[in-house]
């Protein structure tokens, strides 16, 4: 984890997304070019791109689908129009199955790592800025136990 911002839940993930982003200074980390965010993130990929960073979004396909709403009078999604009747929706291809998405495996690993740490397990904190400082202790926790281990 390079950076982490921690923000009120009132707040939607976009707007902490851009405070992340601007509030990183990039030469630190040279190499990084590459962000795989989360939905609620597509908005700031011309944020991103200014900044010289390609942003991924790693979503989950449309699951459990099975059509669409079309207004009277608007035309369909795809496909020929004469084939449907009048107020009938579309059949959309729906996922049967796990699966896994790519690269979403590791910010859950993530998210894994830090659950294990007692002050992160739940919401305790009142201040954002203590829950990210937390966030710092667990993973350096991590690292220094790696770090223990190897020597």
């Avoid at 009277?72 to 129009?81: F, I, R």
């Amino acid at each position: 984890m390079l950076k982490a911002f921690v923000h009120p839940a009132n707040e939607h993930d976009k707007r902490g997304g851009e405070a992340l982003l601007l509030g990183m200074d990039l030469s630190l980390w040279p190499r990084v070019r590459k962000l795989f965010v989360d939905w609620g993130y597509r908005g700031l990929k011309g944020l991103a791109s200014s900044l010289g960073l390609e942003l991924e979004v790693v979503a989950r396909p449309y699951a459990g689908v099975r059509g669409v709403w079309v207004r009277e009078g608007d035309a369909w999604p795809e496909g020929p129009t004469h084939l449907r009747k009048q107020g009938e929706a579309p059949e959309l291809p729906r996922e049967r199955g796990f699966k896994p998405l790519p690269k979403r495996w590791v910010v859950e690993r993530t998210f894994a790592w830090l659950g294990r740490n007692r002050r992160l397990a739940k919401d305790y904190e009142a201040n954002p800025r203590v829950s990210e400082a937390w966030v710092y202790l667990g993973m350096l926790r991590l690292l220094v136990k790696r770090l223990a281990r190897a020597a």
